[in-house]
T-cell receptor
C-alpha cells in the first residue's frame, strides 16, 4: 500500500518553514526521502533508520517514529532552491521501498 | 564519474514495436532498479536486480523484461509496446537494497 503524504502541495515565501508528513500502514525498517525538480530525476536527501532517528541536511531535517509508522521532513528558512516535489519512501523489512505520491513545494521570492 | 547513464533520452514508438532501454552505472553498486513515472505521480518499480545474476519483479512488471548483463549494466525491454506504457522511465542503483538510490536522467517514451 502506498504511503500517505501530506500536504499534497504547499506554497511558501522564501524564508518560511514547512513540514511534510509521511504515514505508512506497514511496519517499517527505514524511510527514504528524495527531492525531484521538474523534468529531472529524483535526488536522494536522507535515510532514517529505526530508533526515532533524526537526520539533517543543511536546513532540511527529518524524524522517524517507527511505532507510529510515520516520518516527517522539516524545511527551515526555505530557499528558492528547495522548490520541487518531495517523495517519501518507506522501506519494510523485505527492503521493498514503496514511494509516496509526493508533496509539491513551491517557494516564492 | 558519470554516475548512472541511460539511453536513449527520448523515444517514440508505434503500438506493437519493441525496444530496449539501456542503463549503466560506474559506482560499483550491487543493486539496480527500473521505475516508471507517469505525469503527476510517484515512482513505480518495474523490476529490480538485488545483485549481479538476479532479477525480481516489482510492482508493475507486466509487458516488460529485464537483463542484468553484468554488474554495471541493467537493460529493460518492451517486447510489444502499448500506449499505456507511455511514461518516463528511470534507472537507479544503490550499494545494497537498503541504501540510497541514485538515478539516471530518465528516458521519455511515447507509444502512439
Amino acid at each position: 500500500q502506498q504511503p500517505v503524504q501530506s500536504p499534497q502541495a504547499v506554497i511558501l515565501r522564501e524564508g518560511e518553514d514547512a513540514v511534510i508528513n509521511c504515514s505508512s500502514s506497514k511496519a517499517l525498517y527505514s524511510v527514504h526521502w528524495y527531492r525531484q525538480k521538474h523534468g529531472e530525476a529524483p535526488v536522494f536527501l536522507m535515510i532514517l533508520l529505526k530508533g526515532g532517528e533524526q537526520k539533517g541536511h543543511d536546513k532540511i531535517s527529518a524524524s522517524f517514529n517507527e511505532k507510529k509508522q510515520q516520518s516527517s521532513l522539516y524545511l527551515t528558512a526555505s530557499q528558492l532552491s528547495y522548490s520541487g516535489t518531495y517523495f517519501c519512501g518507506p522501506m519494510d523489512s523485505n527492503y521493498q521501498l514503496i514511494w509516496g505520491a509526493g508533496t509539491k513545494l513551491i517557494i516564492k521570492p | 564519474n558519470a554516475g548512472v547513464t541511460q539511453t536513449p533520452k527520448f523515444q517514440v514508438l508505434k503500438t506493437g514495436q519493441s525496444m530496449t532501454l539501456q542503463c549503466a552505472q560506474d559506482m560499483n553498486h550491487n543493486s539496480m532498479y527500473w521505475y516508471r513515472q507517469d505525469p503527476g505521480m510517484g515512482l513505480r518499480l518495474i523490476y529490480y536486480s538485488a545483485s549481479e545474476g538476479t532479477t525480481d519483479k516489482g510492482e508493475v512488471p507486466n509487458g516488460y523484461n529485464v537483463s542484468r548483463l553484468n554488474k554495471r549494466e541493467f537493460s529493460l525491454r518492451l517486447e510489444s509496446a502499448a500506449p499505456s506504457q507511455t511514461s518516463v522511465y528511470f534507472c537507479a542503483s544503490s550499494v545494497s537494497r537498503d541504501r540510497a538510490q541514485y538515478f539516471g536522467p530518465g528516458t521519455r517514451l511515447t507509444v502512439l
